[in-house]
């Protein structure tokens, strides 16, 4: 069964500084990994998509990593600013049978950018 | 071009009532994915339905759980006999065909909150 773990649950940073937030997924066999910003109250909004193949993939200033092998992915984010403050998501979609391609969250990492 | 649609936004219903979640999938896709968030937990999916048919409902309580996605018309998942801890945000998702849908970017609607008091 595939399990989603986010590191750290929460941060909390000043204005301008650069972060990385973690995931990790227990099975490899995953067809694509996808970040989400989830703001209090409010639906996701998908930020970056990285399909198996690829490496790492960039908006902004934002940038994504994956590392299938060891099942691993950074959401690396430059320059922060007080509206990055919001919940981000990691979900990876693999195959689950009976043809259903399902996603795994993982909790989420509470970011507060202070100004 | 609409995103997934969902309402309503809020419901509120006393136990024992039933509460009726809409999801109208993006224009162009077939298949649908319901997920609930609760409270301090992440989304769990729930099911997956393409039109007219059930493909997967290994996350959905087999009691008082249901879900439909007609052929005409948004998907409907149904709650009956509501208790408190079926109070979440209940997300719908939405893909193209089977095939492609394995690599597209997942989408979410806004999501219904759904409070039983």
């Known amino acids: 069964k595939q399990e989603v773990t986010q590191i750290p649950a929460a941060l909390s940073v000043p204005e301008g500084e650069n972060l990385v937030l973690n995931c990790s997924f227990t099975?490899?066999?995953?067809?694509?990994l996808q970040w989400f910003r989830q703001d209090p109250g409010k639906g996701l909004t998908s930020l970056l998509l990285?399909?198996?193949?690829?490496r790492e993939q960039t908006s902004g200033r934002l940038n994504a990593s994956l590392d299938k092998s060891s099942g691993r992915s950074t959401l690396y984010i430059a320059a922060s600013q007080p509206g990055d403050s919001a919940t981000y998501l990691c979900?990876?979609?693999?195959?689950?049978?009976?043809?259903?391609?399902?996603?795994?969250f993982g909790k989420g990492t509470k970011l507060s950018v202070i100004p | 071009n609409a995103g997934v649609m969902q309402n309503p936004r809020h419901l509120v219903r006393r136990r024992g009532q039933e509460a009726r979640l809409r999801c109208s999938p993006m224009?162009?896709?077939?298949?649908v994915y319901w997920y609930r968030q609760l409270p301090e937990e992440g989304l769990k999916f729930m099911v997956y339905?393409?039109?007219?048919?059930?493909?997967?409902e290994s996350g959905m309580p087999k009691e008082r759980f249901s879900a439909e996605f007609p052929k005409e018309g948004p998907s409907i998942l149904r709650i009956q006999q509501v208790v408190r801890g079926d109070s979440a945000a209940y997300f719908c998702?939405?893909?193209?065909?089977?095939?492609?849908?394995?690599?597209?970017?997942?989408?979410f609607g806004q999501g219904t909150r759904l409070t039983v008091v």
């Open positions: 998702a939405s893909s193209p065909k089977s095939g492609q849908g394995a690599r597209t970017e997942a989408f």
């Open positions: 099975d490899s066999a995953i067809y694509n």
């Open positions: 990285i399909q198996s193949s690829q």
């Open positions: 979900a990876v979609r693999a195959y689950s049978g009976a043809g259903s391609y399902q996603l795994t």
């Open positions: 224009k162009g896709h077939s298949h």
């Open positions: 339905l393409q039109k007219e048919n059930i493909i997967d």
